[in-house]
């Protein structure tokens, strides 16, 4: 239960609705639109970079224990062993859908911000709106990676794990293994969660508070709306 906990919460993070009290974008001036645009896609260069090598070091690092893990459930000549083998690998796969399922919104953020259309002004305000909103978004999965909280479910899961292995199967040496591997892992993946975007985005929002607002409508159903 506690794993489907942290599951459903990490799922829930990127699709967080808006904010109730943010409101339509204001009529900024053609400047300030692609002022403001530049600024945004600079800060997602500069960060994304390190936040993908973050995801794709632990998925990696994940996958190898599935498959070391695996392996030894498999070819364990023991009932011990093999008890060991196969918490360990639900374990390390539970890490891998974890990650998968709350995959940080910067990574992949550039290439969606560059095939936004910017030809026309309604259409850069609406580049800027989105991008403003990945750009928070991201720093609020950020914030939440980096909570207590998120802490406190790791903590939980893992004791958990090696409670079950020690008090259901006797296996002590087995259970703290997997109680302290487990926790410096994903004290790991919280410790060193990239936190640039979020400092950015904090100063760009004190500089800019309507920043993140309500986008208008795609300028292409503004389009077909007038042929209506």
């Known amino acids: 239960m506690r794993a489907l906990l942290l599951l459903l919460v990490l799922a829930l993070l990127p699709c967080a609705p808006a904010r109730a009290a943010e409101a339509v974008c204001p009529d900024l001036s053609a400047e300030e639109v692609s002022d403001r645009l530049r600024e945004?896609?600079?800060?997602?260069?500069?960060?994304?970079?390190?936040?993908?090598?973050?995801?794709?070091?632990?998925?990696?690092?994940?996958?190898?224990?599935?498959?070391?893990?695996?392996?030894?459930?498999?070819?364990?000549?023991?009932?011990?062993?093999?008890?060991?083998?196969?918490?360990?690998?639900?374990?390390?796969?539970?890490?891998?859908?974890?990650?998968?399922?709350?995959?940080?919104?910067?990574?992949?953020?550039?290439?969606?911000?560059?095939?936004?259309?910017?030809?026309?002004?309604?259409?850069?305000?609406?580049?800027?709106?989105?991008?403003?909103?990945?750009?928070?978004?991201?720093?609020d999965q950020v914030a939440f990676v980096r909570s207590p909280f998120t802490s406190i479910l790791n903590a939980l899961y893992v004791g958990g794990a090696g409670a079950f292995t020690l008090v259901g199967w006797g296996r002590v040496t087995g259970g703290l293994i997997l109680a302290a591997g487990g926790s410096v892992l994903s004290q790991g993946r919280v410790l060193l969660f990239p936190t640039g975007i979020r400092e950015e985005w904090l100063r760009y929002h004190r500089r800019h508070p309507d920043a993140g607002c309500e986008p208008m409508p795609d300028p292409e159903s503004i389009a077909l709306d007038g042929l209506l």
């Open 40 to 139: 945004v896609r600079g800060f997602v260069a500069r960060h994304e970079p390190d936040t993908r090598h973050w995801a794709t070091a632990f998925l990696s690092l994940h996958l190898t224990m599935v498959g070391v893990q695996l392996s030894l459930a498999v070819s364990a000549d023991n009932e011990g062993a093999t008890v060991d083998g196969w918490v360990g690998t639900l374990s390390s796969t539970l890490g891998v859908a974890t990650l998968l399922i709350s995959w940080p919104q910067l990574v992949g953020a550039g290439g969606a911000l560059d095939a936004l259309p910017t030809r026309t002004p309604e259409e850069r305000r609406y580049a800027l709106a989105r991008a403003e909103q990945r750009m928070r978004r991201a720093s």
